[in-house]
């Protein structure tokens, strides 16, 4: 096999909204790189990388796959960048991955609110972008109201690197301002691909006119970058004596690297991906001035040096192959027919196979460097976002080097460092729905189906309601709840009923309580015979969200003469108290109980004993008054200053609370906290208020104590009263 050096590899991300043509852009980009036979049009849902049947029918690209190819020397990862604003988590999780990104436009209709959220991502990460304004063939598309969106809506400094010949239907090609050449695509025939282009010297160009226009956008180009990079701008006025004809190509090429690189500014580019023009400048564009997996930084890597490091982005299951795990290695070598550790999950698992994940086939590797994206077969437990490495060994040899440098940083004991490699934290569901197969029958397939599905999409969560013992799903958003009853659907062929969606609620208690109880029973010649005491306290401190905020204390006395079973067996049943709350059966947060007494006949059953503490758990918490906590969502919103005073009113009605308004040059950004039980259907109510002129994200703040009313409220309608 060839030796794959990192620096010539380029992990890359391509965002978009909905429709600016990220697929067809892919599509192209593996056409020219000769490993798609034909060029399959969108339209007939006849494309590489969206393999998911449904993504191409609902026209959002849900999943991060990943596929490779080679241009010029250089082997590219595209990794796909979900654009949909519930899919914060996998665009978080796409973003980790990959080392700079592709931004596509339409050009006819500039930056779209979408993008605008995944660039910000993008931004958060520091991920160096280019942009490709595609669509430059419609009748509507610009360049300048392009880059005027970009600089208005991203915030960001676009660096032009082309400039377009033609416009609308007329549009033919594109003058190159580093190398001063035009390229121009001429479509003869239908069954013009647009592999071939004409590239020539701008000196040759017969028009006039638009000679004056690129050597004006050149100088524009060399003045800006000379200003954003300080090594350009000497060289500019020492060697070429500010001769901007003289720049040659290369030098000013480099300087727009280090500035793409630092993120001063973000190259922009124009094509049209339908008609077949400009996807190879933009492959060159992206070999030029992205980076290389060695030119960006990432957390962990250091502490594994030359040792295997990688994370599991996403996990696909394929019916012949079963479980197929995508991995980007951070460092040291993978290899196929090998044993590694799974940290999050601390077990060992073999690899059976490695695979490239080609375009138009799996290629099966000997073995893996650094930087790269692979496909690894026989991976079983591997769950999307786990970290793998070598061994144990190596994982103990990179705590040692992690806590070394810790306490050189800060003398602070006892904190151990997080081997697992950057991961994105897995937020508490907060929505769920019941779900039920066809018949009986098909339960089996269900389970199945969802054990599968969790595997790759680690914020679904599902359980089985122990009362109904009808099994539950536990979701992120709405849409994400709808995309997992379409996949059930379409992928494992089962016709699921989902029930209403519900929100997940939480209990705690608002008073301290102290109680007995004694369970008497005689199971055949068996007397089983217990007392147990406890007191129940509400913790204070209910500004966790975090489930496991209930404790389990015990009487100093009581500690000492229960056995290792007995006590077991006592938590057991104080814990499953704790699974369903007295008022609606919702897990119950932020209660201390402390075990005051347990007295036991002989010949008493450990799982009695853990029934009695149970019972008693249940009287104390009913007496002890019952509080309904409820999810509040922190949300921000970004929209125009037109559209703020509809979003306030809205807002309003959702029992919002606004904590800030700030300004960001011509748009509001709003926060604010609204009960989630309160946003059902935002996306489309602000989608409507505003126009789509507005971005909005949710995320878990807290649980909160609802109020009286509104609690009376939801405890009447859940009794169905209401
Ligand atoms: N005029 C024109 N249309 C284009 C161009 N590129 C893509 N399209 C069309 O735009 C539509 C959307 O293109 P896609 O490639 O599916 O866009 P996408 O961003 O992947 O869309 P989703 O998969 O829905 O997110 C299709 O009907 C394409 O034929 C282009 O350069 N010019």
Same mark, same amino acid.
């Given at each position: 096999g060839r030796r794959q050096y990192s620096f010539l590899i380029r992990n890359i991300g391509i965002m978009a909204h909905i429709d600016a043509g990220k697929t067809t852009t892919t599509e192209r980009m593996l056409y020219y790189s000769g490993y798609t036979r034909a060029l399959g049009d969108v339209d007939d849902g006849?494309?590489?990388? $969206?393999? =998911?049947v449904q993504e191409r029918e609902r026209g959002i690209t849900i999943q991060s796959a990943a596929v490779t190819f080679d241009w010029k020397k250089h082997r590219i990862n595209l990794i796909d960048t979900p654009g949909?604003? $519930? /899919?914060t988590l996998e665009v978080e999780r796409a973003l980790r991955v990959l080392d700079g990104a592709v931004a596509v436009f339409d050009a006819s209709a500039g930056v779209e609110a979408q993008t605008l959220t995944v660039w910000r991502q993008a931004e958060k990460h520091h991920v160096p972008c280019i942009c490709f304004l595609n669509k430059?063939?419609? #009748?509507?598309?610009?360049l300048h109201f392009s880059i005027e969106s970009i600089k208005k809506k991203l915030k960001a400094n676009p660096v032009i690197l082309q400039i377009p010949i033609g416009?609308?239907?007329? /549009?033919t090609g594109l003058i190159d301002l580093i190398t001063n050449q035009q390229m121009t695509w001429r479509v003869?025939? +239908?069954?013009? $691909?647009? +592999?071939v282009f004409e590239t020539k010297s701008l &000196?040759? &160009?017969?028009d006039p006119e638009l000679l004056q226009d690129a050597m004006e956008a050149r100088a524009a180009l060399i003045e800006q970058v000379a200003d954003l990079d300080d090594e350009f701008a000497e060289l500019l006025l020492g060697?070429?004596?500010?001769? /901007?004809?003289?720049? #040659?190509p290369a030098k000013l090429q480099e300087a727009v690297r280090r500035v793409t690189l630092a993120r001063k500014g973000v190259p922009v580019l124009c094509g049209s991906s339908l008609r077949n023009k400009g996807v190879q400048p933009l492959l060159d564009a992206i070999t030029a001035y992205l980076p290389a997996p060695n030119e960006r930084h990432h957390d962990l890597v250091r502490w594994y040096q030359d040792d295997l490091c990688a994370l599991a982005f996403k996990v696909v299951h394929d019916k012949q192959r079963g479980p197929l795990v995508f991995v980007r290695i951070y460092s040291g070598t993978m290899k196929p027919q090998s044993a590694v550790l799974n940290i999050n999950r601390n077990n060992t698992e073999r690899m059976s196979r490695l695979l490239l994940p080609f375009a138009d086939q799996h290629v099966e590797i000997p073995s893996l460097t650094a930087g790269n994206i692979a496909l690894c077969v026989g991976l079983k437990q591997t769950v999307t976002g786990d970290t793998i490495v070598s061994s144990k060994a190596s994982a103990v040899a990179a705590v040692r080097r992690a806590q070394k440098e810790k306490e050189g940083e800060r003398k602070r004991g006892g904190e151990q460092a997080s081997l697992v490699l950057a991961g994105v934290e897995v937020p508490e569901p907060v929505f769920f729905c019941s779900i039920e197969p066809p018949? =009986?029958?098909r339960q089996a397939d269900l389970e199945n189906a969802l054990t599968c599905l969790q595997r790759e999409d680690p914020s679904l969560k599902v359980r089985v309601d122990?009362?109904?013992g009808q099994t539950i799903l536990c979701g992120m958003g709405e849409l994400h709840i709808e995309i997992l009853h379409d996949r059930i659907r379409r992928e494992y062929g089962i016709e699921t009923h989902l029930g209403p969606l519900q929100v997940a609620y939480r209990e705690t208690i608002l008073q301290s309580m102290a109680t007995t109880d004694t369970l008497d029973r005689t199971v055949g010649e068996r007397r089983h015979m217990v007392t147990v005491s406890v007191v129940v306290c509400p913790? =204070?401190?209910?500004? &966790?969200?975090?489930?496991? &905020?209930c404790e389990i204390t015990y009487d100093e006395e009581v500690e000492e003469q229960l056995s290792p079973d007995v006590r077991d067996a006592v938590e057991n049943g104080v814990n499953s108290s704790y699974l369903q709350g #007295?008022?609606?059966g919702y897990p119950v947060q932020g209660v201390s109980t402390m075990i005051q007494s347990v007295s036991m006949e002989p010949g008493t059953s450990l799982a009695m004993l853990s029934a009695c503490v149970s019972r008693c758990m249940l009287k104390a918490l009913r007496q002890a008054g019952g509080q309904v906590l409820e999810p509040v969502m922190s949300l921000e919103v970004t929209v125009g200053e037109e559209h703020l005073s509809s979003v306030l009113g809205d807002l309003a009605q959702r029992r919002g609370a606004i904590r800030d308004i700030q300004s960001r040059h011509d748009s509001k950004v709003l926060l604010a906290t609204a009960p989630l039980a309160e946003m059902m259907g935002y996306s489309t109510a602000l989608r409507t208020l505003t126009s789509g002129n507005a971005t909005f994200s949710l995320q878990l703040d807290i649980y909160e104590a609802m109020n009286p009313q509104h609690q009376n409220a939801l405890l009447n309608k859940m009794a169905g009263l209401a």
């Open positions: 006849d494309t590489v990388t $969206d393999f =998911m949909h604003v $519930d /899919f430059m063939d419609k #009748p509507g598309a610009s416009s609308g239907k007329s /549009f003869k025939s +239908r069954a013009e $691909d647009g +592999r &000196s040759q &160009s017969d060697v070429y004596g500010e001769n /901007f004809d003289a720049v #040659p018949t =009986m029958s122990s009362d109904s913790i =204070m401190d209910s500004s &966790s969200s975090s489930l496991t &905020s #007295p008022l609606l």
